[in-house]
């Protein structure tokens, strides 16, 4: 609601027809969920920066700025209190009195804390010193984050000793063991609330191999999953996408992540926008894999060579890097993205559409294409999982179906 009420706002002051279709784009986006609830996600976060683009284009700068605020807002980089209190949405006067009196609280509230602590630290510690004093204020501070609410003590609640030590602990591992979790901190703290979790971390003497099992499970479920939309011959792009949405480890450990924001040319959606080890964007884009309708391969003299839907992919992937090229000032500025050294994947078909053609000859006429691409890569899905299931390590099914 605070930000359909700021949106009306800046509705009202947009002197370009473009940017209030896009703000109308927006309104009926956050109005098609169920129930009267209004809807979120990416597609909202992707209709707000083309409004935003499309308010550049017009030179309606303050509206460029009120919907950067928009975006940043939807995507949790400013508080609602402080984006409520910026734009006045809920106030009569200058600032919020409501919100200015709970802080106020707050801080009262706070501060009786402190003192009532501080006099019984220094009742069971009298020989401490100030240092002393404020170190534990700090440790308190950080296990408060852990705080529980016993069933069996209603009134009553918990902060657990030594609870944020052990977060802290397991989070470095997150961090620096190599296992790509998205939110290492967020899931520290899962962990350390989680009583089957502690129980296998006290088990092994670092808890590293613990969570790299874990985490190996994690690639392995979503592996077997893929698998089954890839044999699917009824599957469409939307379901492969679905499928490998937030597994960016599946194409290799060069990518450290993938890119909120899809339409980053206009006219132009990615499937799926990744960021390269060096900072560079890497497109992928999916075609069928079961369910492709035409040969990925056909007979030329001696040799067998891509057909047509491979090269119309091909095509299709040069005009995204074309204009990735020709906006590459505006990307990086707006979004931080580079693509002047784009590149891209092209995922298509699977050897068993054309069960009549060798997989390896198959593989190879591919292969002897991407040693003349210099910014595309064409693989089958097969390819893929094949390459995944090697990286785990594990033994290699990819060869089923």
Known sequence: MTLEWQLRDVS???ADDAVRQGLDAVFTHMHSGRSNKRRGGKELTRLLAEARSLAACAEEWEIVRQLHDSVAYAEGRILRHDFEERYRLFQDGARDEINRDYLGRTMWATHQWMVSTGRN??????EATAAEVLEHFRAEGEDAQFMDAPADRPGRYVIPRGRAETALWLERILRDGRIDIEAPDEAARNMVTSPEALALLAADEQGHLVLQAAELRRRAAGLDELRQVIEDPGALERDLQQALEGQHWIFGGRFVGEVAQRRLVPGDEVDIPLIRGDGALHVVELKRAMGLK???VKR????WVPAAPVHEAVGQVLNYLVGLDEHRNRIREQLGIETRRASALVLIGHPAVQPEVPEEELNEALRT???HLSRVEVL?????????CRSLAGPDTGGRG
Do not use: G, I, Q, W
């Not at 030329?300 to 040799?303: L, M, V």
């Not at 089958?380 to 995944?388: C, I, N």
């Open 121 to 126: 630290y220094l009742a069971a510690h009298p």
């Open 380 to 388: 089958t899905y097969k390819e893929l999982l094949d390459s995944a």
């Open 12 to 14: 009202k002051e947009c």
């Open 294 to 296: 035409r040969p990925l």
């Open 300 to 303: 030329y003299r001696d040799a």
């Open 369 to 371: 294409l991407n040693a």
